[in-house]
């Protein structure tokens, strides 16, 4: 049996983390059945992060258990992909993952100014305002550090 692990329902939503989410649809597309055990605490985790699958083996983070699942699957996920798309695919994948990712959580919860244009969905003038406005704040919050070390 397929386990996924990953964060309990919070702030109204099925799950926070959009990683998690990314694991558990691409399961569903598959048809693989698995079972979700929820974990409360990141730290836990074989990586201090969620998600994580276990099946025939341990795969501690989300790029790493798409890559099994494509292969497991005999390219069920990427399969039908020239390399061109899988080259354009990862180039947005870590662009929104590794970098805008990051500036969405830090103005979510590091200016209450930021927060106006998030909670209206203003995302055209909360991006302008966040990679402006977080410039200061970088050495001053561990939020940003994913945002600086990459």
Known sequence: ???????????????????????EMA?????IDFEIVTVADPRKAPRGKLPWL?????????????????????GGLFG?????????????TRLAE??????????RWLNDGWYQCWHAGRFDKLITCTVWDVIPWRN???????????
């Open 98 to 107: 590794d970098h805008l990712y990051w500036l969405m959580v830090a103005s």
């Open 80 to 92: 039908n992909l020239t390399p061109q798309e899988l080259a354009t695919g990862t180039a947005f």
């Open 1 to 23: 049996m397929t386990t996924l692990y990953t964060l309990p329902a919070a702030f109204g939503l099925r799950n926070p983390s959009p990683f998690c989410l990314k694991i």
């Open 27 to 31: 399961l569903a597309h598959l048809n």
């Open 54 to 74: 276990e099946d025939d083996a341990l795969k501690p983070d989300s790029e790493l258990i798409l890559k099994h699942l494509d292969k497991k699957t005999n």
């Open 140 to 150: 001053k919050n561990i939020w940003l550090a994913e945002i600086w070390r990459r």
